[in-house]
C-alpha cells in the first residue's frame, strides 16, 4: 500500500463509518481522491467493515479467551477449524508454534461447557488449554489507527455522538441493525433501514445511540503489514487489583495497543500490541510497560499468524 492508502487505511481503522468527504478533509486530499484509492480497497477485501457486539450489554454472552496447546503438526487446522466457527471473534497462532490463543462470545453455559468439557477434550491434536473470561473490555482501543494519525486527525475523525442514556433497552431493530452492521459496517443508512423495517432517519438514530452506548462497537479489519506494523504480540499482565482500571485505561490509549480487557486467570490483564517492528516492541515493554506503577510481572507471546480477526476471516488463513 502507498502511503496515502496507509492513511486512508488508519483513517477507516479510527472512524469505520467516516464519510469519504470527511476522510478527505481531514486528510487533506480530494474526497475523488479518497474514492477513488479506498473503493478497491474494501472490494478485494483489503478493508473490511464490521462491527462487535460488547458482552455488556448481552447478559447470556460468555466472552472467553482460550489458550490452546495443540500438536504443531496440527496447529494450523485446529486454528482453521475455529475460525470457522461463528462465535469466534479472533483466532491467532503464537511464536511457539504449538499454542493458539482465540476469543469466543459464546451463547451461554451450555455453549460454554460444551467446548470446554466435550470439543476440546475429543480433539487428539488438542494437548491443553487454559479459559480466560474476559471482564471488562477497555473501549479506547476501538479508536486505534495503528501510529498513522495525528491526535488532531484523530479527534477530528471521531464522530459527535449523543450522550449515552444510562441503560436504554434494546429495541427489536436493534438486533437486525446489529446483524446488518456485522456483515458489512459501512452499510448505507438506506440499507440499514431495509433489514430492520424501519425509516432511514431511525436507523441512523439508533446506529448512533448504540455506538455512544457502547452497545457495539464498529471495526475495520485489515492486515496490519500492509500498513507497514509487522510486529504483533500478547501480553499477558499482572497488574495489583487496585491498579487494574487505570493500568487498563491507559495501555487502551496507547497508539500501539489494539486490544485491552481484564481477565480472570494468573494474569488479570491481556492486551494485544501492534508495533513496527521487534525494536519498538522492545521499547514499549521497556519504556511504556515498565514504566506503568501496579504491573508485577509480564509474558510476551508474539503473534505468528492472525488467521481471524473481529469475527472476520483473514484471506488465506484457511
Not at 79 to 87: E, G, I, S, W, Y
Not at 94 to 99: F, V, W
Request: proline content about 6%; glycine content about 6%.
Amino acid at each position: 500500500m502507498s502511503e496515502t492508502d496507509r492513511r486512508i487505511g488508519a483513517a477507516m481503522l479510527a472512524s469505520p463509518r467516516a464519510s469519504w468527504r470527511t476522510v478527505g478533509r481531514v486528510l487533506g486530499i480530494s474526497e475523488r481522491t479518497v474514492v477513488r484509492r479506498a473503493a478497491p480497497l474494501f472490494h478485494d477485501k483489503t478493508l473490511r467493515a464490521t462491527a462487535v457486539r460488547n458482552p455488556v450489554w448481552f447478559p447470556d454472552l460468555i466472552p472467553l479467551a482460550l489458550r490452546i496447546r495443540c500438536r504443531p503438526n496440527q496447529i494450523s487446522a485446529i486454528a482453521a477449524t475455529l475460525a470457522r466457527r461463528p462465535d469466534t471473534v479472533w483466532v491467532d497462532i503464537l511464536g511457539g508454534g504449538d499454542e493458539i490463543c482465540t476469543i469466543l462470545f459464546l451463547d451461554g453455559p451450555d455453549a460454554r461447557n460444551s467446548l470446554l468439557l466435550r470439543d476440546l477434550p475429543a480433539t487428539p491434536a488438542v494437548q491443553s488449554w487454559t479459559s480466560h473470561i474476559l471482564l471488562r473490555v477497555f473501549p479506547a482501543a476501538f479508536d486505534w489507527s495503528g501510529g498513522l494519525l495525528t491526535e488532531a486527525e484523530l479527534t477530528s475523525l471521531r464522530p459527535e455522538l449523543p450522550a449515552p442514556a444510562a441503560r436504554p433497552s434494546l429495541q427489536p431493530l436493534d438486533h437486525a441493525l446489529i446483524t446488518t452492521l456485522v456483515e458489512d459496517g459501512r452499510a448505507s443508512y438506506a440499507d440499514l433501514a431495509r433489514r430492520a423495517d424501519t425509516t432511514a432517519l431511525t436507523a441512523r438514530r439508533r446506529l448512533e445511540a448504540l455506538v455512544a452506548g457502547q452497545v457495539v462497537r464498529l471495526a475495520t479489519e485489515v492486515d496490519l503489514a500492509r500498513l507497514g506494523i509487522r510486529t504483533e504480540a500478547l501480553l499477558w499482565i499482572t497488574v495489583a487489583p487496585g491498579g487494574l482500571e487505570e493500568t487498563g485505561r491507559e495501555l487502551s490509549r496507547h497508539p500501539q495497543v489494539r486490544f485491552a480487557s481484564a481477565t480472570t486467570g494468573s494474569a488479570n490483564l491481556l492486551v494485544a500490541v501492534a508495533a513496527a517492528d521487534l525494536n519498538a516492541l522492545y521499547h514499549f515493554l521497556n519504556d511504556t510497560i515498565g514504566a506503568l506503577p501496579h504491573v508485577s510481572t509480564i509474558e510476551v507471546t508474539p503473534i505468528l499468524s492472525g488467521v481471524k480477526r473481529t469475527g472476520l476471516v483473514r484471506a488465506g488463513s484457511l
